[in-house]
């Protein structure tokens, strides 16, 4: 069993749905959630983080952390077609390297 | 703003050809590393260099090695390329972040067939 599990998908969904997005993991030692989004033929870049547990927004994004459950999620309100993209979980704990998920293809039509 | 530059972009060898990839940043990183991407597979870690003059093994070191030359260079190596090294190939650098945290910077990536 992976560290950090994902769905890779894909997830199709109309513009405007609400979107969930989610990772399980196993490692208790992660401290540090984050959210990479990756368009086709890009590199990955950093859309949100959270430290420890809680909730985070960002304009249409919302970042969530369950530690007791070891599941975090990445919500999108009114998705885009802009939104389409692959969206991959990353943890850490202390200095460790970042653990990458598989990555969830999204995509978003019109 | 360059940010971490990758050459080349597209790349076929041969089996058992050997060919290097380049990787340089200009935000005065520390950290630096090589993953590479495969479908339903994910980032998988290479080798990362935590500063100028240290390299340490990832999750799927063999068959690569990698050399950080400066603080602005990294380059990753295939000394006798199979095709099981087929794969989009990604360099990075990291920013550390408060609370202990830190920001992967990717390059456009290198996508690299073997036949």
């Known amino acids: 069993q992976k560290e950090v599990e994902q769905d890779p998908g894909p997830l199709s969904v109309p513009e405007g749905a609400i979107v969930s997005l989610n990772c399980t993991y196993s490692?208790?030692?992660?401290?540090?959630f984050m959210w990479y989004r990756q368009y086709s033929r890009k590199g990955p870049e950093l859309l949100m983080y959270t430290y420890s547990s809680g909730n985070k927004e960002d304009g249409r994004f919302t970042a969530q952390v369950d530690k007791s459950s070891k599941y975090i999620s990445l919500f999108i309100r009114d998705s885009q077609p802009s939104d389409s993209a692959t969206y991959l979980c990353a943890m850490k704990g202390g200095s460790y390297i970042p653990t990458f998920g598989r990555g969830t293809s999204l995509i978003v039509h019109p | 703003n360059a940010g971490v530059t990758q050459t080349p972009k597209f790349q076929v060898l041969k089996t058992g050809q050997s060919m290097t990839l380049q990787c340089a940043q200009d935000?005065?990183?520390?950290?630096m590393y090589w993953y590479r991407q495969d479908p339903g597979m994910g980032l998988r870690l290479i080798y990362y260099?935590?500063?100028?003059?240290?390299?340490d093994k990832g999750e799927v070191p063999n068959g690569y090695n990698v050399s950080r030359l400066n603080k602005r260079e990294f380059s990753l190596r295939l000394e006798s390329a199979a095709p099981s090294q087929t794969s989009v190939y990604f360099c990075?650098?990291?920013?550390?972040?408060?609370?202990?945290?830190?920001?992967?910077?990717f390059g456009s990536g290198t996508q690299l067939s073997v036949l």
């Open positions: 990075a650098s990291s920013e550390a972040l408060r609370e202990g945290n830190e920001k992967l910077f």
């Open positions: 935000m005065n990183h520390n950290s």
């Open positions: 490692n208790s030692a992660f401290q540090y």
């Open positions: 260099s935590a500063s100028e003059g240290t390299t």
